[in-house]
């Protein structure tokens, strides 16, 4: 199914008809779908962004007469994306996204509603951005060797935002599972392999077992000890809770492959808890993505000693 019709009814009456028109190759290149309330609905691809205009044409000029969507739209649109049940989701909205069927994430921002402390949910909400979620089968495999011969290795993803590193982590992990080796998989936010009423929507391979809606540090270590997996996956790891987890998991002879924020290894060497699994060799390879010409660019693979193995050829 194309990405138009699997988004497509998720949006209020009036957005709908606007956009109804927009062809289905601005949806397949989008990577995120922003609407902001009075100033307008962007489409983001690669390297370009597209407005939505009145006329119900779209335009990468916004001096031209854009649409700018309206409270109705807004609350009309979180409504259908969230089954007309919008108080059942306040688990979801205090972490500021709810994820649609399919593994779209769909960040929201407003008025944060405190309590003890907390932000409690989200009301009065102002900006709806819907990362679409892309399989980009093949990604992985001009490297897939540096990453499991003679035998699997620990890796760590290192990428800026929009670089690809969650697409990455899932072809690995599908090419990983179909060559017969069990994958614990940890998907905190639904988007790696996008569970939707226990159905994976997402090709993460034939031996893979999911832990869908888990926080990443406890989702990890039940794996463990409940599904005897070889490698266990999990995206954007960063609390100490998360390095304690992966911690027991080396320790017990499992590989480990996962993702994290950062530009360089510079930076990944900065972060004080990071560090204390790098200094221990932990993760046997680092891959290091950046944003030159596609998504899923990688700049380098370095071994435990930081060694480079594979640079991109220029």
Known sequence: MFIKDKLINYFGKNIKNLINNVDYKYFEEAEEIRIRLDRGIIFKTFNKEYFILNNMTISENSN????????????????????????????????????????????????????????????????????????????????????????????????PPNCGKTTLLRDIIRNISNSKENVGLV??????????MGKIQLDVGLRTDILDRCTKSEGMLMLLRSMSPTVIAVDEIGSDEDIKAIEKIANSGVKIICTVHSNNIEEIKQKN????????????????????????????IYDENFTSIYSEVC
């Open 187 to 196: 998907d905190e936010r639904s988007e790696i392999a996008g569970t939707y």
């Open 273 to 300: 808890n990071i560090k204390n699994i790098i200094d221990n060799k932990i993760f046997e390879r680092y891959i290091v993505l950046n944003r030159k010409d596609k998504i899923c660019n990688i700049k380098n």
């Open 64 to 159: 031209n007469d854009i649409y700018k969507p309206t409270i109705e739209d807004i609350t009309q649109t979180i409504e259908t994306m969230s089954d007309y049940s919008i108080y059942a989701l306040e688990q979801e909205l205090k972490n500021g996204f709810i994820t649609l069927k399919g593994g779209f994430r769909i960040g929201i921002t407003g008025k944060a509603i405190i309590e003890d402390n907390k932000v409690k949910t989200i009301r009065n909400i102002s900006s709806i951005n819907i990362r679409i979620a892309k399989e980009v089968k093949g990604c992985s495999k001009n490297i897939l060797k540096y990453l499991t011969y003679p035998n699997i290795k620990s890796t760590m993803i290192i990428s």
